[in-house]
């Protein structure tokens, strides 16, 4: 695994988790990922010596501050921003083939249903058009086919990942930023 690349999986497990997406666990394997491809922090060695059992317990009290060691935002449980970033993170595995276009509208749907988060509200019209299939004339195929836009208007051109920045910093002669 490349720095950049676990510092990308880092940044999607803390805004997944922040949503109640994945495990504390996760975020300790992403702090191990990190020190093994070289990123440093002491709060960061501490999330990543954190035993699985007991993440739930001790990784709220460390993330934050292993995050900003790194340079990576941290989201508060339940937070608006914490939401909108784990909604970009999830677009950006059914971009990748890594999670199918229909688990990313339910997933919406049932994490904030209509009308709460509107950077979900596409993603969750497009599950109800999934339940009708029957009485349309679209297809399956179609609808992922607008999921697969919606995730890439969610992205968007003008996103840059930590793996991308650190591409353009290598050509620019500078460090990952």
Known sequence: MEPAEALDNARDAAALWSVGYVRAAELVDAAC?????GHDGRTLAMLA???????????????EAAL????LDYYPPGSRAGAEAAVKALARRVLAGRMEPSALTVWAHTTFG??????????????DVYDCLDVTDMTEQDVDAEVNAEARRIVGSTDRTPTELGARDARNGGPLG
């Open 49 to 63: 010596g954190v035993h699985t059992r007991h993440a739930d317990q001790e990784v709220p009290d460390l993330l």
């Open 33 to 37: 990922d990190l020190l093994v491809t």
């Open 68 to 71: 900003h060691e790194i340079g």
């Open 114 to 127: 209509h009308d709460t988060l509107e950077q979900a509200e596409r993603l969750v019209e497009l599950d």
